[in-house]
């Protein structure tokens, strides 16, 4: 049972337009969502996150838009770069005390190309 | 303040040989977590603990067992290595949520390579 889908396993984008990267959560408990970029030989490491309270969150070049009728999340980077090839996963969390574990989605390997 | 600590970053296993992957970290959150990212795949729950004494089944359990005595560590045992188990093993940990609009920010270790032949 994938509660947290990322139905694109691979996306390549130009460098310099933008990168949209979607996640589907099924959860309709989860309040709280995560963006986790992953280099090769290295951990995941946390971009930025969005509350269910709101719809969107900026930082720099990285915005994060949550749909909660849609039960659907994206990533936008704008204007993408090559550094930002990578893998990204998005995860999603529930209020709820002693079972408050983070789901995460399958991943989606970006490539940015010169 | 490391963080999260994994030990060993490399391993090669025979078949059947059995090794416990540690994990340690000095935030003092109490989830702690053990994924497995095989090539070209996303992440895999194998186990997770909601504290110490406290320890559930994720996804992808068979073949491993976990302990947590401490909040400290969290360490993955594999009994009789299999071909299968061939993955990259990550450590996770996060905080409580502490209310209902808290930060949950995870935090990863660099991973522990796994190879069993």
């Known amino acids: 049972d994938q509660q947290v889908k990322q139905n694109s396993p691979s996306l390549s984008v130009q460098e310099g337009r933008i990168s949209i990267l979607n996640c589907d959560y099924t959860n309709s408990m989860f309040d709280y969502f995560l963006w986790y970029k992953k280099y090769p030989a290295e951990g995941p490491t946390f971009l930025i996150s969005i509350s269910s309270i709101k719809d969107k969150n900026e930082d720099g070049r990285f915005t994060v838009f949550l749909n909660k009728s849609a039960k659907h999340l994206s990533l936008h980077i704008v204007p993408s770069q090559p550094g930002d090839s990578a893998v990204y996963f998005c995860?999603?969390?529930?209020?709820?005390?002693?079972?408050?574990?983070?789901?995460f989605g399958t991943g989606t390997r970006l490539t940015i190309i010169p | 303040n490391a963080g999260v600590t994994q030990t060993p970053k490399f391993r090669i296993l025979k078949i059947g040989q059995s090794m416990t992957l540690q994990c340690a970290q000095d935030m003092n959150h109490n989830y702690m977590y053990w994924y497995r990212q095989d090539p070209g795949m996303g992440l895999k729950l194998i186990y997770y603990?909601?504290?110490?004494?406290?320890?559930d089944k994720g996804e992808v359990p068979n073949g491993y067992n976990v302990s947590r005595s401490t909040t400290e560590d969290f360490p993955l045992r594999l009994e009789l290595a299999a071909p299968s188990q061939t993955s990259v093993y990550f450590c996770?940990?996060?905080?409580?949520?502490?209310?209902?609009?808290?930060?949950?920010?995870?935090?990863f270790g660099q991973g522990t390579r796994l190879t069993v032949v």
């Open positions: 995860a999603a969390s529930a209020f709820h005390f002693g079972n408050e574990k983070l789901t």
């Open positions: 996770a940990i996060s905080p409580d949520r502490g209310n209902s609009v808290g930060y949950t920010e995870a935090f």
């Open positions: 603990s909601v504290g110490a004494g406290i320890t």
